[in-house]
């Protein structure tokens, strides 16, 4: 049982909203045979929230909260045959650093997440807020916080030649 541990990776992939975490992090579970866990649907089914702030359209979520309940969800995915587990959220970052073995921060470009952002329905505020996230780096400003070992990735224009390469060298460095 130590070496199936021992062997277990988790990768977490964070960024600003529109950047094309869940699209990589799927991209990377395949790739690298990991499970993949979508952190923002779990933290509303399993009511990880404190409220629910209407002007800004999203739920307030308990970060401490969260990160006991990724441990645990880190812990029960031990179990699995996959050789490791990537967490997608902009919350991710929140698992503390010792059960992490790397912390995947996406980026792009301010005019291609504008138009990802405008796609998805989101008001003139919400993509004004989260294009000031990308500007200021937040998320990745927070995983080095937590002090995450950090890969940062550039979801531009990123051909899937780019991700196999990402997930080749994920596979050396861990």
């Known amino acids: 049982m130590k070496t199936l541990q021992k062997a277990f990776k ?11 975490k869940t699209t ?27 409220s629910y702030d ?4 999203t739920y307030v979520v ?23 587990i990537i967490f997608d959220s902009l919350l991710s970052h929140y698992l503390p650093r010792k059960y992490a073995d790397l912390c995947i921060v996406t980026s ?3 005019k291609a997440l504008e138009q990802r952002l405008q796609k998805k329905g989101y008001g003139k505020a919400k ?3 989260n294009l000031d996230a990308e500007i200021f780096d937040t998320c990745l400003t927070e995983a080095v916080e937590q002090g995450h070992k950090i890969l940062k990735f ?5 051909k899937p030649a ?13």
């Not at 991700?163 to 994920?170: C, M, R, Y």
């Open 62 to 84: 308990d970060e401490a909260k969260l990160a006991r309940s990724l441990v645990k969800v880190r812990g029960k995915a031990l179990n699995t045959a996959k050789k490791g």
């Open 127 to 129: 993509i004004r807020e």
């Open 54 to 57: 209407r002007k800004r359209q």
């Open 10 to 20: 988790t990768i977490l992939v964070t960024g600003t909203p529109g950047t094309g």
């Open 162 to 174: 780019a991700v196999k390469a990402l997930a080749a060298k994920i596979k050396r460095m861990l």
């Open 154 to 158: 550039d979801t531009t224009a990123a």
């Open 108 to 110: 792009c470009s301010l």
């Open 24 to 50: 990589l992090a799927k991209k990377l579970s395949l790739l690298l045979d990991y499970a993949y866990f979508d952190v923002n649907s779990f933290a509303r089914s399993a009511h990880i929230y404190g």
